[in-house]
Nanobody, 119 residues
Framework: QVQLVESGGGSVPAGGSLRLSCTAS????????MAWYRQAPSEQREYVAY???????FYADFVKGRFTISRDNAKSTVYLQMNSLESEDTAVYYC?????????????WGQGTQVTVSS
């Protein structure tokens, strides 16, 4: 059974930094994408960044230059280094792992970790 466990959330003042981690277990696929999404109160969940197995990274426009996604395949872990945090970054951050198996999208989510940025 696939499980994703996030950690590293917390409360910081504006301008501060946090590093989120997400460790996956139960994934037998060799190649899969890992991503971070976030959901603010009363908002829809939105994509933040994702990283392919080979390390190709993609970012939402609102985090470019401030956030960095990375992964350690040996540890099945993805990280999100968040710098220059703004109050608008306050949200629950979710880890996602996804891949295609026989043409079917397999999509898994963590339970989320709260990030609160005070202005």
């Amino acid at each position: 059974q696939v499980q994703l466990v996030e950690s590293g959330g917390g409360s910081v003042p504006a301008g501060g930094s946090l590093r989120l981690s997400c460790t996956a277990s139960g994934i037998i696929e060799t190649f899969y994408t890992m991503a971070w999404y976030r959901q603010a109160p009363s908002e829809q969940r939105e994509y933040v960044a994702y990283i392919k197995s080979y390390g190709n990274t993609f970012y939402a426009d609102f985090v470019k230059g401030r956030f960095t996604i990375s992964r350690d395949n040996a540890k099945s872990t993805v990280y999100l280094q968040m710098n220059s945090l703004e109050s608008e970054d306050t949200a629950v951050y979710y880890c996602n792992a996804n891949w295609y198996s026989n043409g079917v999208l397999k999509d898994y989510w963590g339970q989320g970790t709260q990030v609160t940025v005070s202005s």
